[in-house]
């Protein structure tokens, strides 16, 4: 009788060791990932910038409105840099004269979203304080 119980014994360990393997190759998965960093955009050494600042009406918060807005602008090929003020409802940007005007940046803002509306757009030598720095 002991001797059967061993066996017994034996015979669940060694089924429960067997059973509980996972045999099957884990699933690899290729996700491409699309790089727009600024170190990977061209840029032009001999252009000429200029600095834009316009309002842009219709936003409703900084994380969704104001960062799109800000990333469309900034992925247009002869844009140095963009930033969107969400508080002040300010866009601020440099780019390339010539690959650049001040209606594809409007066009920009408004594919992004039709709720956009841009206006006081104009040149600036400098762009004014942002209400970051202005806090400090």
């Known amino acids: 009788m002991k001797s059967i119980f ?8 060694t ?6 393997k996972d045999n099957s190759a884990p699933e690899v998965k290729t996700v491409a990932i699309e790089s727009h960093s600024e170190a990977a955009k061209q840029l032009d050494p ?14 409703t918060c900084a994380i969704g409105c104001a960062k799109t807005i800000e990333k469309n602008i900034s992925k247009m090929e002869g844009v140095k840099s963009a930033t969107v003020d969400f508080d002040r409802k300010l866009a601020m940007v440099e780019y390339d004269e010539a ?5 594809t940046l409007e ?5 992004t979203g039709k ?3 841009v206006s006081e757009m104009k ?4 762009f004014s ?3 970051e720095s202005s806090a400090q």
Do not use: D, Q, R
Not at 123 to 126: F, G, I, S, Y
């Open 123 to 126: 040149t600036v030598e400098a």
């Open 129 to 131: 304080e942002t209400s």
């Open 99 to 103: 690959k650049v005007t001040p209606t």
């Open 6 to 13: 061993t066996i017994l014994a034996i015979g669940a360990l």
């Open 46 to 59: 001999n252009a000429t910038y200029a600095k834009a600042e316009f309002s842009i009406e219709g936003m």
């Open 115 to 117: 709720m956009y509306k």
């Open 107 to 111: 066009e920009t803002v408004t594919e």
């Open 15 to 20: 089924l429960s060791n067997v059973a509980c």
